[in-house]
């Protein structure tokens, strides 16, 4: 079973969507037990850094998820659910993240780009590319060679950054897979095998 974080934060419908299209078992999870009994657990996020880490917070959803982290079991972080996988963003510097995985997100800050950065963009995954659909303001840049997660797919927007990434069983996109045609439920599919 597939578990879907509901913390107030997500646009879960289109999701919900995306996995019964894939024909796979899901259901909303929006407890501490629900966290941690998922088969495979998916956090997806729209909107504030900020007001997701405190929702997550009050919710009583970070310490489980963190567990579920450590314990090693798959996690996959969608758009702003990537973000607070790492350590922070400078969209709001007093609220950490959930600091799974090093870094930070920053504001896109090329000279002339509009923000937020919304609309079909390439993925370069090295031996493919994927047309996908992004909504975002701050992005993670690229992974420095020594840190232990994989960046698995760049994009650039005015600037490189970071689309897609996996560390053993915790993965995460920067854009909506759901909202990326047939080639990002594909992919989509194949993240929730990991």
């Known amino acids: 079973m597939i578990g879907i974080v509901d913390y107030g934060c997500g646009n879960l419908r289109s999701l919900e969507n995306a996995l019964e299209a894939l024909a796979l078992p899901h259901r909303r999870v929006s407890t501490p037990g629900g966290v941690l009994e998922a088969g495979r657990l998916i956090l997806p996020g729209v ?112 600037e490189p950054f970071l689309a897609a990434f996996r560390s053993g069983p915790l993965g995460g996109f920067q854009f909506h897979p759901e909202k990326s045609g047939k080639a990002g439920l594909a992919l989509l599919g194949e993240a929730l095998t990991w």
């Open 47 to 158: 909107g504030h850094f900020g007001h997701a880490g405190r929702e997550l917070r009050a919710r009583g959803l970070e310490a489980p998820l963190r567990e579920r982290a450590a314990m090693g079991r798959p996690l996959l972080g969608i758009c702003l659910g990537m973000q607070l996988l790492f350590e922070g963003s400078d969209e709001a510097p007093d609220v950490p993240g959930l600091a799974l995985v090093a870094g930070r997100c920053g504001a896109f800050d090329a000279p002339g780009l509009k923000v937020p950065h919304m609309g079909w963009s390439a993925v370069d995954f090295g031996d493919r590319a994927l047309a996908a659909y992004f909504v975002h303001s701050y992005r993670i840049p690229a992974f420095p060679a020594e840190r232990p997660a994989q960046a698995l797919g760049m994009a650039a927007y005015g």
